[in-house]
């Protein structure tokens, strides 16, 4: 039998950052990847030639600890924010620097009730943001640590005055759509914020609590720019493997295509993880960055865990709501009639705040919307080695439940069609210049990526579902129930996105408290 | 001409228990009301049928016991009979009824599912340890988290220490409840559509929200934590409709020496030097009194009635932004004999409590589609009951009161104003619902009275028609509610306060605004209020 002093299973960022920092601090460490190494990261062919993202398609959250706990190589990024420009009805709006520190499209007055929203939410951002970096208080077990997390975060919104302290505690669970109403009358920049607030998650623009989704994309930041987001040359797949080269340097043992079938436990405390093979590895220490679903339902004896933590498992919400699309086209599209140069980060199809609503009805009850809000990204723009002649383009479609009623072998080719048709009227040529399209609903991101339901951020973020209810109560905080066995995935606190932090403060905890 | 200590600006029942309270603690109240009968949203009228119509609020629960006894109302006629039954008609023609007993209430979710049955159990146990934390925070001003006055600390620790009691687990799973849906929430207990619909409706009365909206686990407990006579959780008609607890609340405060009057709207309250001074009638009659208390909300008080430039611009920019929304009309029915419902058995007493028509989850959260789409739902959720059942002074003999409280109706018609026309086609829409399940019913009206939010705001001046005077969501519950730092009852012109539900704890007829406004005049006052005994804790 072999044996470490920790295993991680998945390589996605999660389970590369944790198992590099573990590493790192003297651990002999492998890693089991059912396929391969990178996760939701990956650059995929759409056509012979054309190369795209194949989920994610974007940076904008990579935690700066993250990239100095792993020592990663950041070539990939070494770029400018990528603008940001929203569709809707008439004249685009373009919003350069981190989350449109500028603005171009709108009028004076507009362009300063955005600035002072944005001023606003960033700032509400910068503080909610601490609560990210580290172990999240838990009830029952608050420690000096967290009273000193607390209470440094506390300061942090009194230094701001009693003004925007009340605001904070006011606006942390309302809506965004209410608050774009107040500071905003452009309804195409109201319908970004409502797009950006509730990308991925089961929520419309009305819904209580979805200001927070904006938050915790403020939370984030890109080349050093709190807000901003850069699309990576090679596209995912180089940071993918900035990653892998990370952890191999620390001396990580990868073993990708290699599944886990299951976790052994005796007494109470997880001791190795059986291969498919049928191969046994023992170790202290396990640390899962797979679904912690998939962890708890599928991996570990049901007879090792109580019926409480099984049944806190089947109500985790986590269905998707997004499909992917990756184009290959033979021609750069012209949206909106900009130039390239402005098409270099993400185009955001959001009429206005109904738009984004009214696309999310459907999906309450099983079907997909007819007329989405759609995210852009053409990953090939300026890389002519992504796409030798023409084009990629990798979209997000919201709302496309994973629960889709009518099926998604039917549904696919008819929301195909749906998107297709919107984006020709955007850029108006498109659709004749498509040479292949690989639309990827929830249930085929959950087959292609081993995420069950097809949730990109392994369980909605939503209050009931973050800090210590993430992923559920009894398994928040990185510890679980299993002695021996962490989560690390996009499932535990902070939530998802590529930050790493939740690999990073998987693996400072198994530190902490495996000596 | 009698100088008053304290003037109320409207007669609705949270106005009547604060003028009760300090009335009775030895102020001397006048209580001014536009309308020609006090009672706000809880009044009892004929309007010419010849039938007693309760016109806005329809049962009563939530109504403190403890300002039943401060201010003696049984003995000036209030008595609440509760009732029992209720029941959701399936589509299916068959129904869910529902008793007030536990053990009747399982054995009916067991004709359903018996694992439903099953989950009734930790469900109704769940529910019950949200209430007891919640229930005693409603009869206590919302301590400031940031103002540091050694009064809010202690309160803040108070609260922090009652959440401290729970176990961590419970913690977790009470943060849980307050964030989620009542859709998800149910979804963790029940399998069974109609038993999910029945159990949701709760969480969505009287709120622009729908069912799968985060948030309204929360509303749910506005609805459980009531109780009549010591009966947790009871629900009851007042006898002569809900006019009779503003009616009580009226007789005792004018025994106690206080004055009502009548037909005298407020146009302005007077200021001087930044502090009240007294009101000005529609009439311009000036009354003068050092303090002043709205009943109106907080939109009517601060934008209609105070002059602008008295209040800070951040103040009013809240109060421009308080969502209101009106999100349900009411059907008054006047009835020549008692509707048959065929899928009930002959004499049912499910028939003798809330009726409804509303069998799944996604049925209501559609009627919620329609009204975020600016229009009344089209097969709309209807909460049906037929009080004078129980209740015959409220109709002639043979005849009966029906009130349907109908949700969602919009307060403004895609954009424009509701017309004459429009009122009746949402009448229509209500009453061929009803008519589905009662062949018949259509020849038994003789008489109705329609309103939507264009009426409740007419008449009872609330804002938008919004039945609790401001969303129950969380970014406006508590400190927050109605504006942040400005939660304790005071307003930024000193000696103007406000006490309706806009303000902590909210809506519903429960008197606990109004009481803790009373406490907070008195604290000002240095007076120490006699009568009001402190709130007890009944789980």
């Not at chain 1, 498992?313 to 140069?341: M, W, Y």
Request: with cysteine; net charge neutral.
């Amino acid at each position: 039998m072999t044996s470490c002093d920790a295993i991680v299973i998945g390589g996605g960022h999660n389970g590369l950052t944790a198992a590099t920092v573990l590493a790192k601090a003297g651990r002999r460490v492998m890693l089991f990847e059912a396929g391969a190494l990178g996760g939701t990261m990956a650059t995929v062919e759409v056509a012979p030639g054309y190369r795209s993202s194949a989920l994610s398609h974007l940076v904008n959250r990579l935690a700066p600890e993250v990239v100095a706990a792993t020592g990663l190589e950041m070539t990939c990024l070494a770029a400018p924010p990528a603008p940001t420009v929203v569709l809707g009805d008439g004249d685009p709006v373009i919003l350069r620097g981190g989350y449109g520190a500028r603005l171009e499209g709108v009028g004076a007055e507009e362009a300063l009730a955005f600035a002072s929203l944005r001023a606003k939410l960033m700032g509400q951002a910068a503080i909610l943001g601490r609560m990210l970096g580290h172990r999240p208080p838990m009830p029952g077990d608050f420690g000096l640590g967290d009273a000193w997390h607390l209470g440094l975060t506390g300061l942090a919104v009194l230094r701001k005055g009693r003004a925007e302290a009340r605001d904070l505690m006011r606006m942390i669970l309302t809506n965004v759509a209410d608050v774009a109403d107040e500071y905003l009358t452009d309804d195409r920049l109201k319908g970004l914020l409502s797009f950006d607030a509730t990308l991925g998650a089961h929520l419309g623009p009305r819904s209580p609590g979805s200001l927070l989704g904006l938050h915790y994309r403020l939370t984030g930041s890109a080349g050093g720019v709190a807000g901003g987001q850069i699309v990576p040359r090679g596209g995912m797949g180089t940071l993918a493997a900035a990653f892998v080269s990370a952890a191999e340097r620390a001396g990580v043992e990868l073993r990708p295509g290699t599944r886990v079938a299951r976790i052994e436990a005796v007494q109470g405390r997880a001791t190795a993880v059986t291969l498919a093979g049928g191969e046994v590895v023992s170790a202290p220490v396990i640390v899962s960055a797979i679904h912690p679903g998939t962890t708890f339902l599928r991996l570990v004896d049901p007879a090792e865990i109580d019926t409480g933590l099984t049944r806190a498992f089947r109500r985790h919400r986590s269905k998707g709501n997004v499909a992917k699309l990756n184009l290959a086209l033979n021609h750069i599209p012209a949206f909106g009639g900009l130039a390239e140069a402005d098409l270099a980060g993400r185009i955001v199809i959001a009429r206005s705040t109904d738009h984004v609503e009214s696309a999310f009805n459907p999906a309450k009850y099983g079907a997909f919307s007819p007329d989405p809000a759609i995210e852009v990204v053409l990953p090939s723009l300026g890389q002519p080695e992504m796409a030798a002649k023409g084009c990629t383009l990798s979209a997000l479609i919201q709302f496309a439940p994973y629960d889709l009623k009518e099926g998604w072998a039917g549904g696919a080719p008819r929301l195909l069609d749906t998107v297709l048709d919107i984006l020709d009227r955007h850029a108006p040529g498109l659709r004749a210049g498509v040479i292949a399209a690989d639309l990827l609903p929830p249930t085929e991101i959950e087959a292609r990526c081993g995420l069950p339901g097809g949730h990109w951020h392994h369980g909605e973020m939503t209050p009931d579902q973050l800090l210590f209810n993430r992923p559920v109560h009894a398994a928040a905080g990185y510890a679980t129930p299993l002695d021996g066995l962490f989560l690390a995935s996009a499932g535990s606190h902070p939530g998802g996105g590529i930050s790493g932090l939740p690999g990073l403060n998987a693996a400072r905890h198994v530190l902490e408290v495996a000596r | 001409m009698k100088q008053h200590d304290v003037i109320l600006i409207g007669g609705g029942h949270n106005g009547l228990v604060t003028a009760g309270y300090l009335q009775r603690a030895g102020l001397n109240v006048l209580v001014v009301e536009k309308n020609p009968w006090v009672g706000g949203a809880a009044t009892s009228r004929d309007t010419g049928t010849g039938v007693t119509f309760s016109n806005c609020s329809y049962v009563c629960s939530l109504f403190r016991p403890e300002i039943m006894r401060d201010l003696e109302l049984p003995k000036h006629g209030l008595q609440i009979i509760s009732y029992e039954g209720g029941a959701v008609f399936t589509r299916d023609g068959d129904y869910l009824a529902s008793y007030r007993d536990h053990d009747s209430h399982r054995r009916e979710f067991a004709r359903f599912s018996a694992r439903d049955a099953e989950a009734y159990e930790s469900y109704a146990r769940d529910v019950t340890r949200q209430c007891r934390f919640i229930q005693p925070l409603l009869m206590r001003t919302a301590p400031d988290p940031v103002s540091f006055k050694p009064r809010d600390i202690a309160e803040l620790l108070w609260i922090a220490r009652r959440f401290g009691n729970f176990s961590a687990e419970e913690m977790a799973a009470t943060v849980r409840f307050w964030t989620m849906s009542i859709a998800d929430f149910l979804e963790e207990y029940f399998e069974t559509d109609v038993i999910k619909a029945y159990l949701a409706l709760s969480g969505i009365i009287g709120t622009a929200l729908g069912p799968m909206s985060p948030g309204t686990a929360y509303v749910l407990l506005h609805h459980y934590m009531g109780e009549v006579d010591g009966s947790v959780g009871a629900w009851g008609y007042a006898r002569g409709g809900m006019g009779a607890v503003t009616q009580a609340l009226a007789a005792s405060f004018t025994a106690a020496g206080g004055t009502i009057r009548t037909d005298a709207g407020v146009a302005k309250v007077l200021t001087k030097g930044g502090r009240t001074r007294g009101v000005v009638l529609e009439t311009g009659e000036e009354i003068l009194a050092p303090r002043v208390v709205s009943n109106a909300d907080v939109k009517r008080t601060f934008l209609k009635l105070v002059d602008p430039a008295d209040l800070p611009d951040p103040f009013l920019h809240r109060v421009k932004h308080f969502k209101m929304r009106g999100s349900s009309g009411k059907l008054n029915i006047a009835l020549d004999g008692l509707p048959d419902f065929p899928a009930l058995p002959e004499g049912s007493r499910c028939a003798m409590g809330d009726m409804h028509f509303t069998d799944s989850v996604e049925r209501m959260e559609r009627g919620y589609d329609d009204w975020k789409a600016g229009r009344w739902s089209a097969d709309p959720f209807v909460d049906m009951m037929i009080p004078t059942q129980l209740d015959p002074t409220m109709a002639p003999p043979g005849q009966h009161f029906m009130s349907c409280f109908v949700q969602y109706c919009p307060p403004k018609l895609e954009g424009r104003d509701w017309t004459d026309a429009d009122r009746a086609a949402f009448a229509e829409t209500v009453v061929s619902q009803i008519a589905d399940y009662s062949p018949g019913f259509r020849d038994r009206i003789i008489g109705m009275e329609v309103r939507t939010p264009r009426e409740l705001e007419a008449e009872v001046g609330l804002t938008e028609g919004n039945i609790f005077q401001g969303e129950l969501t969380f970014d406006q519950l508590l400190f927050n509610r109605p504006v942040p730092g400005y939660a304790q009852y005071r307003s930024p012109i000193p000696g103007l306060y406000i006490c309706g539900s806009s303000t902590h704890p909210g809506g519903g007829v429960m008197g606990a605004p109004g009481r803790n406004a009373a406490a907070e005049i008195l604290r000002d006052l240095r007076m120490h209020p006699k009568e009001m005994r402190p709130a007890h804790d009944v789980l």
